[in-house]
């Protein structure tokens, strides 16, 4: 039933039960969203820095014009300005009186900043409506059109969130580097009769007792061994394919991940599809896209607050009406509000030793 | 082969062959070139050890020098320091290793440059100025010098488990703290030696009584080393006896106009002041013997160009590479002023004239960053810079390329030279026993 | 030479005795020809840095900081033990030791430690009081001087005691100080063995009490005698054979044995070359420094395991599959090694047994080895090949002929040679150089599967390795083999009963003490290889303790050229 093998080494594991499937094990080194930021997919330009955005809430907020020109004059100059920070951290508004903006962010008005309008991104046809579908990318990579990754529409025109696969968004990279080493590592578990051959694979995505671990330059380390949580909350199975050294997902069900309550508590995906390739240096790279619920996101950015929001995220209110407004997916019953927004990650994953927490250790043999 | 060989031979081929470190002659600031004692009052004057740290490091491709070793020729953004690139040594390639811990941003690398580990809890370990500051600042009445220079109170200097010196981000109060009404004149000051100095001498004593017993114990081959011994013990007695005699006057000691009133370098115009005025406060300070240890923090705060929006730090990752220069040209322009702020700190440090050197001479300054690329949080080919030889305890003019190997061998080689008792220093992967013998004179 | 070498040189045929002829297995000096006797010179040690710090820990315990560096130990005839007896004291060392020694006194008198290591409360703590002072100096210094202190010393401690106190206004602080020129002083920092004539045979000398006890504990432990042993030596008993073996077998049991054990192996396999190891991190990212500290773990964890919990056959060191391994290592052998305990806490050692199959196979098909014998960027089958004769079989190989270039091997891929095995052909065509390289490459050739941080691969540069080699005469596979070929060679025997005999010794065994060597090589083959029972009738040997008179000049030594030859090698070869 088990045999791990290291594809690129003549390694394979003594089979514990039976030989008939090939395993081989990955633990998730990098995860953030895939985007392809250009020169021209925002057409009103990205949007103006923070220091700008807030200048425009201060004359929405009731500033004068002169109020406003005086700070504007300050800012330049590289002087203090208490009380526009103190009215900035204080934007929300409900029935009138000042509330924080980041934990009442529908309170803060809404200043209609503009979403990435461009032809290419990254992602897979959720919904199945074509090529021709209005809003819908290509995917540079495949090539495939009608692509749904509204994430990137909705956040794709922040400096914070603009960024290529080799250039990082500074968030996702912010994010990430949180992430990979303060919650216990993602494992994907491929298995199929024979991984060298094209044919029909189960895909495994689970998470882990231990962190990833890191080489001491930073970079991920091939062949450490991790034990599987058995928490069914983090344990998801998908039927899928192998073809030419790339796996997809087949069945496209459901993804549930606990995750960092730093960013997120949970990373849940629906109607999840996969494109995995497999590296000849043992390691793997792809995509994972589906539908994610969008207020978790805002939460994740919104714990930044006054602080982050100028150094990093920028405008953090503006995300909750950008994200609210391109939601595509599950509607409230109620309100119509889409609760869910279309998504496409980039995943590197290096090779790794995998088993079940309480399963005995497999050996492992060179032929 | 042929060469006759004996123990000091072996010794240097075991070291030449496996790159142990030399153990370095820390009793020469009170040797001549011929091995003996100056007269106290005709003594050199003490080394100064100082610390520069600036922010968001350089562009790649744009500070290293294109050659190694002596005569480099200085790249575009490093190209303002010319005057001094003849006492500067450049050490290009090393790295921060994390070892598995998360890159805090901005945080980790200033950690591991100054303290060479990430801390752990309370048990973080100390930053290299106060080991330094331990050897060469006991006997100053002020141990070390903290400055912020663009605001803050932000401070890199810490002492094990973690306590802070603070920084002085205002000139006024920094002119206050060491010209004001509690400073002496070192020169008519009554000399009072250290009690612990006094204490260690004596206590020496009851070893140097054994010498007889023990030569007539042991065999003539050994009597030799046993001589070499007892040599080695009779210069740290020596070295003792230096420190409890009156020093030098300090003929080059003056006291420092005034200054009334100069707020903290919030904006580029007054850091630009600023740090001309701490480096003549820290001249006169030196100058007076009031310190042999000073940090500068030049930070970054909220740092801004003069009518520009961004501070310097978000525009590290907002800012578009500019297509036609290939690099970020706000955050060059900001690269540019603190090369040429750091500049002017050392040309002010060089103006200030004791006898036939200057302040500059006697001191040993470090400049480290915290990102090899701020832009993309980069923690190798860090840039790295010595100026000065300190009484010429380092080889200067050298650019040295350590690709690979930790940062920490920099720290390592500077506290050898200024006399901390180290083998190594730094932890888990940051850790390192190998100084850069290259730059060691 | 021995018999079994001579053989050996006749098998390798005659382009390789110019090298064997250079090969000298043990060092043998000559000896005093005084008296009758088989006697060696007496040696003073300078401690070793790790004797430092055993005493340190022994004396004033585990958590006192030394805060010092130490200067570079000497490698002469392949061990730091014997290099111990020809080194001194520099002005820089003196000043390390001397901060060293203020750090650990001033340590041992704070408030955290003193109620614990002090026997006694001063009547004023800002005032001089000589009797606790006494108290204190002359159970320390009984420790630290590895014999009572004379009055004479005593009295010199406790005025620098009482005067440090006067200065400084502080009881323990001049108490400290005193304590901190103790640890400064040569009693201290060097191993003095005291000599006396010896009753039993006139004319002859052997060591006095005390110096038989530190003989026997830096033999055992690495360390200074505990309390008990300074007590047998007081009453005489070392002196006797019943007491002596009653001491032998008390420390020979002890938990301070492995200690000892240890020392004797990080000197044997130059562990001590792991401070200044490093791997280019781009080529070798999973060698991280915990890694490396690991792995030199691993292979002491391994022969101790062997020699000691198991008390097996000592040259099963080159063959045991078993062994101890962390999850950081179980990614550079590429086998799972998970964790037992909650994530975050530190990596705990687990044993682990490599297949029949697998090329991993004894010590030197470990990390520790293979990393350790190969420069920062790549493998070297000479280096490692160079390490076996010198470091398994205690042969010493000459250096590169000083004129010869290795621009051909530098280059990776020159002339169209992917492998190291190809680069090298170049040397073999070469007549200065294939002499040596022909008794060298061959054994490292086995060991190509373990790149330059030991890790396992199949291909160096896309093409695949031959892992075959060779060892006087005997060919084998892979690394295995290679293993095994040491394990039957009667010279990895001989090299573990000299070096051991010269660490105890803290010298190279002269001519005359051949015939014990013979003696304790036969003896040690018939109790299966246990090492412990070597150690046991080494230090029975009168050979420790029987001493020449106290020479007017310098022993005629050999000069320690081994050290020279290792530099150059390797410089060259980097």
């Known amino acids: ?367 | 082969m042929s060469k006759g060989l004996n123990r000091r031979t072996v010794l240097r081929g075991m070291l030449g062959g496996t790159a142990v470190s030399v153990a370095l002659p820390f009793l020469d600031c009170f040797l001549n070139t011929n091995g003996t004692a100056l007269a106290a009052t005709g003594g050199e004057l003490p080394v100064v050890f100082g610390s520069w740290f600036q922010n968001l490091g350089f562009n790649p491709g744009r500070w290293k020098p294109a050659t190694l070793g002596a005569n480099y020729q200085n790249n575009a953004e490093m190209k303002v320091l010319d005057p001094f690139r003849d006492r500067i040594n450049v050490i290009s390639g090393t790295k921060y290793f994390l070892d598995g811990r998360p890159l805090e941003t901005h945080v980790s690398g200033v950690q591991i440059a100054t303290m060479g580990s990430l801390p752990l809890g309370v048990n973080s370990d100390p930053s290299l100025d106060t080991t330094i500051a331990d050897v060469i600042g006991n006997r100053t009445r002020f141990k070390s010098i903290e400055i912020a220079l663009s605001g803050g109170r932000q401070s890199l200097s810490r002492r094990k488990g973690g306590a802070i010196n603070p920084s002085e981000p205002s000139p006024a109060a920094l002119y206050t703290r060491l010209f004001g009404p509690e400073f002496r004149d070192p020169n008519s000051a009554e000399f009072t030696p250290d009690p612990q100095v006094m204490a260690r001498r004596s206590v020496l004593s009851a070893v140097s009584e054994e010498r007889k017993a023990v030569m007539q114990r042991v065999g003539a081959s050994d009597r030799a080393r046993l001589d070499e011994y007892f040599t080695s013990l009779r210069q740290v007695e020596q070295q003792l006896d230096m420190e409890l005699q009156k020093p030098a006057p300090m003929a080059a000691c003056s006291i420092p106009e005034k200054i009334e009133q100069a707020e903290p370098g919030r904006n580029v115009a007054a850091v630009e002041r600023n740090n001309q005025l701490f480096a003549g406060l820290l001249a006169h300070a030196i100058a007076c013997g009031q310190t042999r240890v000073f940090n500068m923090n030049f930070g970054t705060q909220g740092l801004r160009t003069p009518g520009g929006v961004r501070d310097w730090h978000s525009l590290t990752h907002e800012e578009p590479i500019d297509p036609q220069l290939g690099y970020q040209k706000d955050v060059t322009w900001f690269i540019e002023f603190a090369t040429k702020t750091f500049a002017s700190f050392l040309t002010t440090l060089d103006s200030y004239k004791e006898g036939p050197g200057s302040v500059l001479d006697r001191t040993l300054v470090l400049w480290q960053t915290d990102h090899g690329y701020a832009r993309t949080h980069t923690m190798d080919d860090l840039p790295i810079l010595t100026v000065g030889s300190g009484n010429g305890r380092l080889k200067t003019g050298l650019h040295v390329v350590a690709t690979g190997d930790p940062s920490t061998r920099v720290g390592l080689t500077v506290q050898q030279v200024m006399g901390v008792p180290l083998n190594s220093w730094g932890r888990l992967s940051n850790e390192t026993s190998k100084p850069l013998t290259d730059i060691i004179a | 030479m021995s018999e079994a070498k001579m053989k050996k040189s006749r098998l390798i045929g005659a382009a390789v005795v110019v090298a064997v002829a250079a090969v000298t297995a043990v060092t043998l000096l000559p000896g005093s020809d005084d008296h009758k006797f088989s006697a060696g010179p007496s040696v003073t040690r300078r401690l070793t840095a790790e004797q430092y710090r055993n005493i340190v820990q022994d004396v004033f315990g585990g958590d006192i900081d030394l805060g010092g560096r130490f200067e570079p130990d000497m490698r002469v005839d392949g061990l730091l033990a014997v290099g111990a007896s020809q080194v001194s004291i520099t002005a820089a060392g003196m000043e390390q030791y001397d901060a060293m020694g203020r750090a650990v006194a001033a340590q041992a008198v704070d408030a955290n430690h003193r109620d614990m290591l002090v026997p006694c409360k001063p009547a004023s703590p800002v005032a001089a009081d000589e009797k606790c002072a006494r108290e204190f100096l002359s159970k320390v210094g009984r420790l630290l001087y590895r014999r009572p202190l004379t009055e004479e010393q005593l009295s010199a401690y406790l005025t620098a005691a009482s005067e440090a106190t006067r200065i400084t206004g502080d009881f323990y602080q001049g108490l400290g100080l005193s304590l901190a020129s103790m640890l400064s002083s040569p009693s201290f920092l060097f191993v003095e063995q005291i000599v006396e004539p010896d009753p039993e045979h006139k004319g002859g000398f052997r060591l006095d009490d005390y110096s038989v006890a530190a003989q026997l504990s830096f033999f055992l432990w690495n360390s200074a005698p505990d309390s008990m042993l300074l007590s047998a030596a007081a009453a005489g008993e070392l002196q006797t054979r019943r007491g002596l073996e009653r001491q032998v077998k008390r420390m020979m049991t002890s938990p301070r044995l492995e200690q000892g054990v240890r020392a004797f192996f990080v000197d044997q396999l130059r562990f001590d070359e792991f401070e200044v190891l490093a791997k280019d991190a781009a080529l070798f990212p999973k060698f991280s420094a915990q890694a490396a500290a690991d792995a030199r773990e691993q292979t002491m964890k391994t022969v101790l395991d062997v020699v000691l919990t198991r008390n097996a056959d000592y040259r099963e060191i080159f063959t045991t599959r078993k062994t101890f391994l962390t999850p950081e290592l179980g990614a550079i052998y590429q086998v799972p090694i998970f964790k037992e305990g909650p994530n975050g806490s530190p990596d705990e050692w687990q044993p682990y047994e490599f297949a029949a199959d697998d090329p991993r196979g004894g010590i030197l098909t470990q990390v520790a080895f293979t990393a350790l014998h190969s420069p920062a960027g790549r493998g070297s089958p000479t280096l490692r090949g160079k390490a076996v004769r010198e470091i398994a079989l205690c042969q010493t190989v000459p250096p590169p002929p000083a004129d010869v270039s290795f621009t051909e091997f530098e280059n990776n891929t020159a002339h169209g040679a992917s492998t190291a095995r190809e680069r090298l052909a170049a040397h073999a065509t070469v007549p200065s150089c294939s002499g040596c390289h022909k008794i060298i490459d061959p054994i490292g050739f086995a060991l190509e599967n373990f790149d330059g941080a030991g890790e396992f691969r199949t291909t160096e540069n896309g093409s695949p390795i031959d892992p075959t080699g060779e060892i006087d005469g005997i060919s084998y596979r892979d690394a295995g083999g290679l293993g095994q070929a040491i394990y039957d060679n009667p010279a990895a025997v001989t090299c573990v009963v000299d070096r051991l005999s010269a660490r105890a010794l803290g010298r190279t065994p002269m001519k005359e003490e051949r015939k014990w060597l013979r003696e304790l090589r036969a003896d040690f083959e018939k109790s299966g290889h246990r090492l412990p029972a070597l150690m046991q009738e080494i230090a029975l040997s009168d050979a420790l303790y029987r001493v020449g008179p106290p020479k007017a000049a310098p022993a005629n030594r050999l000069p320690p050229t081994e050290e020279i030859i290792t530099a150059e090698l390797e410089r060259h070869h980097e």
């Open chain 1, 1 to 367: 039933m088990k045999r791990i093998v290291l594809a690129s080494l003549t390694l394979a594991c003594l089979p514990l039960a039976n030989a008939a499937a090939e395993t081989r094990h990955f633990a998730i080194s990098w995860f953030s969203q895939a985007t392809y930021s250009n020169d021209h997919d925002c057409s009103q330009g990205v949007h103006p820095a923070v220091e700008e955005v807030y200048l425009r809430y201060a004359a929405k907020l009731g500033a004068t014009p002169q109020q406003v020109a005086e700070w504007r004059r300050k800012i330049m100059n590289g002087d203090e300005v208490r009380d526009l920070d103190q009215l900035i951290m204080n934007r929300g508004r409900i029935d009138g009186k000042p509330v924080n903006p980041y934990t009442h962010p529908a309170s803060v008005v809404d200043l209609s900043l503009p979403g990435l309008d461009g032809k290419e991104g990254f992602g897979f046809d959720l919904d199945g409506k074509g090529a021709d579908q209005p809003g819908s990318f290509q995917d540079p990579e495949t090539k495939e059109r009608g692509v749904d990754h509204n994430l990137y529409r909705a956040l794709g025109c922040t400096r914070a969130f603009r960024g290529s696969l080799a250039s990082r968004p500074t968030y996702w990279a912010w994010a990430w580097g949180q992430l990979k080493d303060s919650q216990p590592a993602w494992l994907i578990t491929l298995e199929g009769a024979d991984l060298k051959k094209d044919g029909p694979v189960t895909v495994g995505i689970d998470r882990a007792y231990e962190y990833l671990r890191s080489n001491s330059d930073g970079s991920p380390r091939f062949d450490m061994a991790y034990r599987v949580d058995p928490d069914p909350r983090s344990r998801n199975q998908f039927k899928g394919e192998l073809r030419d050294g790339v796996v997809t997902i087949t069945e496209h069900g459901k993804l549930r991940l606990l995750q960092n309550p730093l960013v997120s508590p949970e990373f849940n995906l629906k109607d999840v599809h996969l494109r995995l390739e497999l590296k000849a240096d043992r390691s793997a790279r792809g995509f994972m896209g589906g539908y994610t619920p969008w207020r978790p996101i805002y939460w994740g950015i919104a714990g930044v607050g006054f602080g982050g929001e100028q150094q990093v995220t920028g405008d953090v209110p503006g995300f909750y009406h950008l994200l609210k407004r391109y939601a595509d997916a599950d509607p409230d019953p109620v309100t119509g509000q889409n609760e869910s927004i279309s998504a496409t990650y980039y995943i590197e994953a290096v090779p790794a030793f995998v088993k079940d927490a309480g399963a005995p250790t497999p050996q492992v043999t060179r032929r």
